[in-house]
């Protein structure tokens, strides 16, 4: 018997039927010799700091560096703490099951670092020893399956792509709960959550916005002209800017006084621009924000649905390139979209072209290729599905198609000793830009230009003065913050870390747009319209860290090529460990150090204990001293508590006549809270007043 695990239901159901294991049972199918089950994502997990005997947050307890690590099932929050998922223990009884009755077991969890690490931790949980091959595929198309399952690898294939999200799941960790603690602690109130990765980018979005909002815009002005030849009007724009009012106004005189241009020069090029390369994730996420408005996660999320409808390939992709072997299926791909309505007229067009090979690099294909479509055409597909769907077909037929080539004319102009430039340029071939019928970007500023030749005079028409400032960079959008993140190394000033640095991002494709919904949950950004705007609580966090350790974007991107190198099996993970361990210590030390006090709004000490002081949160208020047990949830029957009401509830042990409770049968009632001998919160109702009398 062969056991298979997979990464979701839906994807077991897939391989499953192509198999014949299509017998039903509880948490697995099973037929002709298979039993196939599934995971839900990462059903183990990293154990938190209680399981090595440290608990709560003591500045004592820190830097926490266990020696080896515990795995333990996911954890779901609980009344009090976090408990396991009881969903995951009953899945991971199947999982062990199922293993147990079998010979081997094949490895079909998504095919990528994540992928390999759920797969890895319920082995290793499991404890089992059982040997394993790995289903390796790109699509999740029947020919894929099927073709993958004829070509399964050997198992320790992937061990150093183990190694390398091992070395992230513990850095993570490492960093993350360190640094939290340590903050925290430093604060004396509140939970202020850092991250390897977060951080870094909640650095980014902070100083794009203090820069932003500390620009101070400078005038300046320029002459803009018109004039025309042959029937044909235009404008032309002087070369010169002038930062003083007195000398663009003398110079805006000259120009009316000369009465007309003379043509200094005309350059007249062929300017070929290349079709684009295929979409990685970064480059489809960074596109979907910027013309549909999605965020970063959904557009993963719609990818990944993409996928398993078994329309697109793999999501998670770092490559923009595809091998040869894939681009020998591209005719056959296009020729697919010739059923589909929008595209079908361009892709009859591209039958039997010669494609473009920009896209093809077997050097540049690491696990999976660039995103393409599958040879399924998609059915019912929900709007946004579709739109993203055809941003990813769009972008396959952009870059097999021929190059766009126009004819470029570039005039210098010449009025009152003023020189005057004016750009034209003529579509000569669409190419790639006819699948969308876009218009160049560069363009905009481009004109309609009659035939002009050197020694030329032009009348004058008309000649204005433009008051302009210079403009701040733009706060960051999800696409530009994205394109930050894969690029992080390109911002730094010393040319030696830059070059060391060059391909290295913070993240990776399938983690960004992660780490940027994190920086949402934890209340320290804000959407404003398509800005990332950062939030009062995380510029103060941002202040805090912005020179420390954890915040070096140039350290993050270094670690992220390490992990590159264990992946590649470059660089020994235990070394990257140690390397991580002395970080964690170096950072909680520094973060200890920090003299600081997020106090503010309401707070008093503590009855239950006399030595702490209530700590507002947004879901409880508890006391500061962690042998202190003191909490009180704001949420009381429906009706949230403010400040002012749990201050009162503390140092008079009863409040004032609180309105709306809700009751079990959802009536509303009102009633006083009052703090009883053992600190438990009760109710305290009115006197009922008799009837009046009739």
Request: aromatic share 8%.
């Amino acid at each position: 018997m062969i056991a298979l695990i997979a990464e979701k239901p839906s994807v077991a159901k897939d391989i499953a039927r192509i198999i014949g294991a299509t017998q039903r049972n509880d948490g697995y199918l099973s037929g002709n010799g298979y039993m196939v089950t599934w995971a839900f994502g990462h059903l183990i997990q990293l154990a938190m700091p209680e399981a090595y005997g440290v608990a709560n947050f003591r500045r004592e307890s820190l830097p926490i560096i266990p020696a080896d690590f515990q795995l333990i099932p996911r954890q779901v929050k609980a009344e009090k703490g976090y408990k396991a998922d009881s969903g995951v223990l009953k899945q991971l009884k199947v999982i062990k099951e199922v293993f147990d009755q079998c010979d081997r077991i094949i490895v079909a969890t998504d095919a990528g670092r994540e992928g390999e690490l759920i797969f890895r931790y319920i082995f290793h949980y499991l404890d089992c020893h059982k040997p394993f091959v790995r289903l390796w595929i790109s699509s999740l198309t029947d020919r894929a399956i099927r073709e993958g399952m004829e070509n399964l690898q050997p198992g320790e294939r992937y061990d150093n792509l183990y190694l390398a999200a091992k070395s992230r799941s513990e850095a993570d960790w490492l960093i993350g709960i360190n640094a939290t603690q340590a903050l925290s602690v430093a604060a004396g109130q509140g939970v202020f959550s850092l991250g390897r990765v977060q951080t870094p980018t909640l650095m980014m979005i902070c100083d794009r916005y203090l820069e932003n909002k500390n620009f101070v815009p400078t005038k300046f002005w320029q002459l803009k002209a018109s004039t025309a030849s042959g029937g044909i009007g235009f404008t032309a724009q002087s070369t010169a800017r002038w930062e003083q009012q007195p000398e663009a106004i003398a110079a805006l005189q000259r120009v009316k006084d000369a009465g007309q241009f003379v043509v200094k020069s005309v350059e007249r090029k062929e300017a070929a621009q290349e079709p684009p390369l295929l979409y990685d994730l970064t480059t489809l996420q960074k596109e979907a924000n910027t013309k549909l408005n999605f965020s970063a996660d959904k557009t993963l999320s719609i990818a990944q649905s993409l996928y398993e409808k078994k329309v697109m390939s793999y999501p998670r992709t770092g490559s923009r390139y595809i091998s040869e072997d894939v681009f020998e299926e591209m005719p056959e791909r296009i020729a697919l979209l010739e059923r589909y309505p929008r595209f079908a007229g361009y892709a009859a067009g591209l039958n039997g072209a010669t494609l473009n090979r920009r896209s093809v690099n077997d050097g540049k294909v690491t696990d999976h290729h660039a995103l393409i479509v599958t040879e399924n055409l998609p059915g019912e597909l929900s709007k946004d599905e579709r739109a993203v769907y055809e941003l990813v077909a769009g972008r396959m037929l952009e870059a097999f198609s021929g190059k766009c080539v126009k004819d470029v004319t570039t005039a210098l102009l010449s009025a009152g000793d003023t020189g005057f430039t004016v750009k034209g340029a003529v579509m000569k071939t669409a190419g790639w830009r006819a699948v969308f019928s876009e218009q160049d970007t560069e363009d905009e500023d481009t004109a309609t230009l009659p035939p002009l030749q050197e020694g030329q005079t032009l009348p004058l028409s008309g000649v204005d003065l433009l008051e302009k400032q210079t403009k701040p960079k733009p706060l960051h959008t999800e696409s530009s913050l994205l394109a930050a993140m894969e690029n992080a190394g390109k911002e730094l000033e010393d040319a030696e870390l830059k070059a060391s640095l060059k391909d290295a991002g913070i993240g990776t494709p399938a983690t960004r747009a992660a780490i940027i919904e994190t920086l949402f949950a934890r209340q320290y950004i804000v959407r404003e319209k398509k800005n990332l705007v950062p939030t009062d609580k995380g510029l103060a966090v941002y202040r805090i860290v912005k020179d420390k350790k954890i915040a070096d974007v140039e350290m993050t991107g270094m670690w992220e090529t390490a992990l590159a190198k264990i992946e590649a099996g470059g660089m020994d993970a235990d070394t990257f460990r140690k390397g991580i361990e002395v970080y964690a210590a170096q950072i909680t030390a520094e973060l200890l150090s920090v003299q600081l006090s997020f106090a503010s709004g309401e707070t008093c000490p503590c009855p239950k204990c006399g030595n702490g002081r209530i700590l507002f949160y947004p879901k409880v208020a508890k006391c500061s001293n962690v042998d202190c047990t003191l909490t009180i949830f704001r949420n009381k029957c429906d009706k949230q508590l403010t400040d002012k009401q749990i201050v009162e509830l503390v140092t008079k042990r009863k409040t004032g006549l609180i309105k709306g409770f809700k009751g079990k049968n959802g009536k509303a009632f009102d009633a006083s809270l009052v703090l009883d001998e053992q600190f438990n919160v009760a109710f305290s109702f009115p006197e009922k007043k008799g009837k009046p009398k009739k």
